[in-house]
C-alpha cells in the first residue's frame, strides 16, 4: 500500500501497474502468450525435442524456441504496450495536465519504462521457469551474459517504442505503425524461419536489425555462448540512436 510518504514514482508506478493488469489484451500477448506457446509447441512437435547436432547437440526448445519467447514478450511491450498507452495519454491530454502539477510528465514516463520492464522480466522468468519444469528447459548456461543482453536488448527495443510513440500523430497510427513493425521485425529475429535457415544475405541483414542482434544474443547466452560483440554493437547503437531521437521529438501535448 503507498502512503503519502512513498515517493511520486513509486506511487505513479502502482497506478499504472494496476491500469497495465486491467488491460487483459495487454497482459496475454506479453506474458501468456509467450509462455503458453513455448509449452505447447514445446511439447507437442516432437523435433523441437530432439538433440540437434547443429546445435551442438541441444534441442531446438532448449535456446533458438525460448530465445525467441523471451523476445516476443519484450518487443510486445516495446512496440504495442508502451507507444499506445503513451500515445493515448497524450490524446486525452493526460501528459499536458500533468505538467502543470507538481508531478511532472517524466515521471509517468519513467512510471511506464519501469512497468514494461517489470512485465518483461515476470514473463521472462516464467518462460524459463515453466519451461524448465515441463519442458526440461535448462537454465541460462551464461546468466550474467543473459541478464546483460536482455538489459541491453530491452533498452533498446524499448527506446524504438519511445521513438515510435514521439512521432505517431494518434492512437490508430501508433497501432498501425506498431504492427507494421513486429512482424518484419520478428521475421528477421527468426521468429519463423530460424535464422541458420536463412540465406546468408538475409542473415546479415538480421544482424544488423535489433531484433535479429537481440534474438541471437539471447540464444548464444542460453545455449552456454558469449554474444557474438557485433549483436552487442548493434544493440548499443539502436538504443542510443532510438532513445536520442525520441529525446528530441517527444512531444507532451
Known sequence: MTTARTPVLVRIAAVEARLFLREPAAVFFAVVLPVALLLTLGATIPGFRD???????QRFVDAPFTAMMVLLSVVTLALSALPAVL??????????????TPVRPGALLAAQLLINVGVAVV??????????????VPP?????????????????????????????PNSKVVQGAGAALMFPLLFLAGMWLPRPLMPEVLRRISDFTPTGAFGQALTDALGGEGPQPVHLAVLAGWALAAGLAAARLFRWQ
Open 51 to 57: 538433440a540437434d547436432p547443429s546445435l551442438g547437440g
Open 87 to 100: 500515445v493515448a495519454y497524450r490524446e486525452r491530454g493526460v501528459l499536458r495536465r500533468l505538467s502543470t
Open 123 to 136: 514473463a521472462t522468468a516464467l518462460t524459463l521457469g515453466l519451461g524448465h519444469v515441463f519442458l526440461g
Open 140 to 168: 541460462p548456461r551464461s546468466p550474467w551474459a543473459f541478464a546483460g543482453v536482455f538489459v541491453l536488448g530491452s533498452t533498446a527495443m524499448l527506446a524504438i517504442g519511445l521513438l515510435l510513440a514521439a512521432v505517431a
